[in-house]
């Protein structure tokens, strides 16, 4: 029945389809519902984004039993319940290289109002009678993307999620999750057992907190015991998802509380970075916005990390497992912005760079989505306060005098602002024809890049449970923003992308249609960003061949991990659809990698042009250019990958 509905919707959209590029530019469109209010999601593939929730009394039920995730398909804009068993509540998430989804660690198992399991052991639920759910603290669930091609509700089109049979050794809620060169997955820290941040007051157990606290760090698959990592308990109270960048060389950028380190996760050797600036923390629940910077043969694959936002709270402010000490919702979050580079190749000194403040003030929870274009869309997230939900505060003590219900953010930054990094310094941020939302989207809010280029926006829930009274109410309903370039009449239509690109190798070509642009063909071909480095051909008819690299070989899969990735071709600042790939040989493990890819020298041709009638019939070859100027931005944000919980910016730890 399901089905037969689903196919009924996608005939009806297939009329409005005709309508695509009708989209407003800087607009927001009305998403439909998402059944669970969507905490984290990610992009399955080009028909779905799967999305999760804790577990709460959502109305919609499977089994019998509140929901906890959907499979929501993009064409039809409708959801579709999915089993996910054990309590899902802020796990971590990644892809692996096959293109299947793993989610790490949750909550333990919760009822109504947020209550522990009917059964428990006085610590933590195994199980709820009410809600229906397991334990989540040690899970791993595993789903391998359907399409519309598939019946989501069949039996291989369902998420593995039993920890009797696949578990972690340690239990994780708010574990930071990277993928290392091999496809393999690094987990590292979190809770045992939850709370507002990762610490008592006074800390004077920083490594374990009584057994309250996780310092160690394991591998999906293992690679052997858990072992603790140092930093974690450094950085004790806020230590929870520890924001994780895999560099050039190996190691990982990490950084949570303050601090900041390269890590080297096979011996587990740390090397201390300076600190972030201005006392700001920008993990979970500061939440500051955080991204890695495109990857371009002009900066010679040089990852550069930027934080935006966060809190400079004073170190007692933060208070402990229960709430914070302040009334959070009443302190400003940081407007301001630091970038990193950590591995330079010119030898110059590591330590954060101011960057220009974020344009609209601070923001907690904001997200930043990499753009096609090399752009940054920031969305989500309020003026004041963190992540996090409570009763009360040290200041407030009772939940009926709490301003804003239980949310500890205030002010929802409903306008979205466009990060540009190739701009010079003071001139990077800009919202000027950029629609403001109306919908609050703080904590449990999460956004995403969709195939088509444009940013799926969903959730907020700063509730223990399901409330749709509240100041800030659990948030079913999703939102599609359309970003500027939904202004071109026409985008790019490559043809030619493989569905798969390996490191260094053989050059493919994809080829681009006249019809699919406008201008001038040189000038087009020469602007043209795909994810990979390239030389062109430009034809009589105005369409063009673009000579394209595999991805790099020289840094192995450090630079860009095995798995899925969404490749765009963007032509004068217009994006194509992107076209899902796999990167590496789909399985975990050593890549293998070959010489870096050898392309011909690019050809012009003076008098080609794009636009609906071919045109320049007389234009002759002109001379060759090999120069970098031709050589396209290789471009991380590309990555199919779900963005989390409250800022928590997971599709830029793939974009590694
Ligand atoms: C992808 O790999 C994971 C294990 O790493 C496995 O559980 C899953 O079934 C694989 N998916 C497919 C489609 O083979
Ligand atoms: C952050 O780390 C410092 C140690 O570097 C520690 O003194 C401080 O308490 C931590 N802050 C919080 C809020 O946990
Ligand atoms: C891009 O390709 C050109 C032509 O093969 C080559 O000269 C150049 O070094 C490549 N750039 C990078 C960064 O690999
Ligand atoms: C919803 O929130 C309001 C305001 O915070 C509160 O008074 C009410 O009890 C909540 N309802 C539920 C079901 O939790
Ligand atoms: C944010 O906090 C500031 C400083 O306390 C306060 O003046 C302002 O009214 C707050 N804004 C919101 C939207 O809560
Ligand atoms: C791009 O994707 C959108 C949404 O699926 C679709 O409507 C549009 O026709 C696609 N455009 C091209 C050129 O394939
Ligand atoms: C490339 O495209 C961008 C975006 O449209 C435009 O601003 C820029 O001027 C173009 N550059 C060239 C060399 O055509
Ligand atoms: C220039 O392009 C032509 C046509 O593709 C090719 O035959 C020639 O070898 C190229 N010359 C150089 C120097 O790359
Ligand atoms: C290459 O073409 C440009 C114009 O497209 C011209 O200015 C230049 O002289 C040419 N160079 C050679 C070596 O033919
Ligand atoms: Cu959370």
């Given at each position: 029945m399901?089905g037969h509905?689903?196919?009924i919707?996608t005939?009806?959209l297939?009329?409005t389809s005709?309508?695509?590029q009708?989209?407003?530019p800087?607009?927001?469109?009305?998403?439909?519902?998402?059944?669970?209010s969507?905490?984290?999601?990610?992009?399955?593939?080009?028909?779905?984004v799967?999305m999760?929730?804790?577990s709460?009394?959502?109305?919609?039920k499977?089994?019998?039993?509140?929901?906890m995730?959907?499979?929501?398909?993009?064409?039809?804009?409708?959801?579709?319940?999915?089993?996910?068993?054990?309590?899902?509540?802020?796990?971590?998430g990644m892809?692996?290289?096959?293109g299947?989804?793993?989610?790490?660690?949750?909550?333990?198992?919760?009822?109504?109002?947020?209550?522990?399991?009917s059964?428990?052991?006085?610590?933590?639920g195994?199980?709820?009678?009410?809600?229906?759910?397991?334990?989540?603290?040690?899970?791993?669930?595993?789903?391998?993307?359907?399409t519309?091609?598939?019946?989501?509700?069949?039996?291989?089109?369902?998420?593995?999620d039993?920890?009797?049979?696949?578990?972690?050794?340690k239990?994780?809620?708010?574990?930071?999750?990277?993928?290392?060169?091999d496809?393999?997955?690094?987990?590292?820290g979190?809770?045992?057992?939850?709370?507002?941040?990762?610490?008592?007051?006074?800390?004077?157990?920083p490594a374990?907190?009584?057994?309250?606290?996780?310092?160690?760090?394991?591998?999906?698959?293992?690679k052997?015991?858990?072992?603790?990592?140092?930093?974690?308990?450094?950085?004790?109270?806020?230590?929870?998802?520890a924001?994780?960048?895999?560099?050039p060389?190996?190691?990982?950028?990490?950084?949570a509380?303050?601090?900041?380190?390269l890590?080297?996760?096979l011996?587990?050797?740390?090397?201390?970075?300076p600190?972030?600036?201005?006392?700001?923390a920008?993990?979970?629940?500061?939440s500051?916005?955080?991204?890695?910077?495109?990857?371009?043969?002009a900066n010679?694959?040089?990852?550069?990390?930027?934080?935006?936002?966060?809190?400079?709270m004073?170190?007692?402010?933060?208070g402990?497992?229960?709430?914070?000490?302040?009334d959070?919702f009443?302190?400003p979050?940081?407007?301001?912005?630091?970038?990193?580079?950590?591995?330079?190749?010119?030898?110059?000194?590591?330590?954060?760079?101011?960057?220009?403040?974020?344009?609209?003030?601070?923001?907690?929870?904001?997200?930043?989505?990499?753009?096609?274009?090399?752009?940054?869309?920031?969305?989500?997230?309020?003026?004041?306060?963190?992540?996090?939900?409570?009763?009360?505060?040290?200041?407030?003590?009772?939940?009926?005098d709490?301003p804003?219900?239980?949310?500890?953010?205030?002010?929802p930054?409903?306008q979205?602002?466009?990060?540009?990094?190739?701009?010079p310094?003071?001139?990077?941020?800009?919202?000027a024809?950029?629609?403001?939302?109306?919908?609050?989207?703080?904590?449990?809010?999460?956004?995403?890049?969709?195939?088509?280029?444009?940013?799926?926006?969903?959730g907020?829930?700063?509730n223990?449970?399901?409330?749709?009274?509240t100041?800030?109410?659990?948030?079913?309903?999703?939102?599609i923003?359309?970003?500027?370039?939904f202004?071109?009449?026409?985008?790019?239509?490559?043809?030619?992308?493989?569905?798969?690109?390996?490191?260094?190798?053989?050059?493919?070509?994809i080829?681009?249609?006249?019809?699919?642009?406008s201008?001038?063909?040189?000038?087009a071909?020469?602007?043209t960003?795909?994810?990979?480095?390239?030389?062109?051909?430009?034809?009589?008819?105005?369409?063009?061949v673009?000579?394209t690299?595999?991805?790099?070989?020289?840094?192995?899969?450090?630079?860009?991990?095995?798995?899925?990735?969404?490749?765009f071709?963007?032509?004068?600042?217009?994006p194509?659809?992107g076209?899902?790939?796999?990167?590496?040989?789909?399985?975990?493990?050593d890549?293998?990698?070959?010489?870096?890819?050898?392309?011909?020298?690019?050809?012009?041709?003076d008098?080609?042009?794009?636009?609906?009638?071919?045109?320049?019939?007389?234009?002759?070859?002109s001379?060759?250019?090999?120069?970098?100027?031709?050589?396209?931005?290789f471009?991380?944000?590309?990555?199919?990958m779900?963005?989390?919980?409250g800022?928590?910016?997971?599709f830029?730890?793939?974009?590694?």
């Amino acid at each position: 029945m399901r089905g037969h509905q689903l196919s009924i919707l996608t005939l009806g959209l297939a009329t409005t389809s005709a309508f695509a590029q009708t989209h407003k530019p800087g607009s927001f469109e009305d998403g439909g519902d998402t059944l669970v209010s969507a905490m984290m999601m990610f992009v399955g593939n080009n028909d779905k984004v799967y999305m999760l929730d804790k577990s709460e009394a959502n109305p919609t039920k499977i089994n019998g039993y509140p929901a906890m995730g959907v499979a929501y398909d993009i064409a039809t804009r409708t959801a579709t319940p999915m089993l996910v068993k054990t309590n899902v509540f802020c796990a971590s998430g990644m892809h692996l290289p096959n293109g299947s989804f793993i989610t790490l660690g949750g909550n333990g198992a919760v009822g109504p109002g947020g209550d522990k399991g009917s059964v428990n052991d006085g610590w933590t639920g195994s199980y709820d009678a009410t809600f229906g759910d397991l334990d989540g603290g040690p899970a791993i669930r595993i789903v391998d993307p359907c399409t519309d091609a598939d019946d989501i509700n069949s039996p291989k089109c369902q998420w593995f999620d039993d920890p009797t049979l696949l578990r972690m050794q340690k239990r994780r809620w708010y574990a930071g999750t990277e993928a290392l060169a091999d496809g393999s997955l690094a987990i590292i820290g979190g809770f045992v057992n939850g709370g507002y941040i990762n610490r008592n007051y006074p800390n004077t157990d920083p490594a374990t907190e009584g057994g309250a606290a996780e310092p160690t760090y394991e591998f999906y698959p293992s690679k052997g015991q858990a072992q603790n990592m140092q930093f974690m308990i450094d950085t004790s109270g806020l230590n929870a998802y520890a924001l994780t960048y895999l560099m050039p060389s190996g190691q990982m950028l990490v950084q949570a509380n303050v601090s900041t380190m390269l890590w080297e996760p096979l011996t587990n050797t740390e090397h201390r970075l300076p600190d972030m600036p201005d006392n700001i923390a920008r993990v979970y629940p500061a939440s500051g916005a955080n991204a890695m910077l495109p990857l371009t043969p002009a900066n010679n694959y040089t990852p550069t990390v930027i934080f935006c936002g966060g809190s400079d709270m004073p170190d007692d402010a933060w208070g402990d497992y229960s709430w914070p000490s302040i009334d959070t919702f009443n302190y400003p979050a940081s407007a301001k912005c630091h970038r990193i580079t950590p591995e330079p190749t010119d030898g110059s000194a590591v330590d954060y760079v101011a960057d220009d403040d974020m344009i609209g003030g601070g923001r907690t929870m904001g997200q930043f989505i990499a753009l096609p274009d090399g752009q940054y869309l920031l969305v989500n997230g309020g003026l004041n306060g963190t992540a996090g939900y409570a009763t009360q505060t040290r200041q407030t003590l009772s939940y009926s005098d709490m301003p804003y219900g239980m949310s500890l953010a205030a002010g929802p930054q409903f306008q979205p602002a466009l990060y540009d990094p190739s701009k010079p310094a003071g001139q990077r941020w800009s919202n000027a024809g950029l629609d403001a939302s109306t919908i609050p989207r703080l904590y449990h809010s999460s956004a995403i890049l969709l195939p088509d280029a444009s940013v799926l926006i969903a959730g907020s829930n700063p509730n223990v449970d399901v409330n749709m009274t509240t100041f800030f109410p659990t948030t079913y309903k999703a939102e599609i923003f359309y970003p500027p370039y939904f202004s071109a009449p026409v985008r790019p239509v490559p043809t030619g992308i493989p569905a798969t690109l390996s490191y260094g190798g053989s050059p493919f070509d994809i080829t681009v249609p006249a019809s699919s642009y406008s201008g001038d063909a040189n000038d087009a071909a020469s602007n043209t960003t795909v994810v990979l480095n390239n030389t062109f051909t430009v034809n009589k008819d105005g369409s063009f061949v673009l000579h394209t690299a595999q991805m790099p070989p020289n840094a192995n899969a450090n630079l860009f991990q095995p798995g899925p990735a969404l490749v765009f071709v963007t032509i004068n600042g217009i994006p194509s659809n992107g076209t899902h790939v796999i990167v590496g040989n789909g399985q975990i493990g050593d890549q293998p990698t070959a010489a870096a890819s050898t392309l011909p020298g690019s050809v012009r041709l003076d008098g080609a042009a794009g636009g609906s009638a071919p045109q320049a019939n007389q234009g002759t070859n002109s001379n060759n250019s090999t120069d970098s100027s031709d050589a396209v931005q290789f471009t991380p944000h590309t990555m199919l990958m779900g963005v989390v919980v409250g800022a928590f910016a997971l599709f830029s730890v793939l974009g590694a």
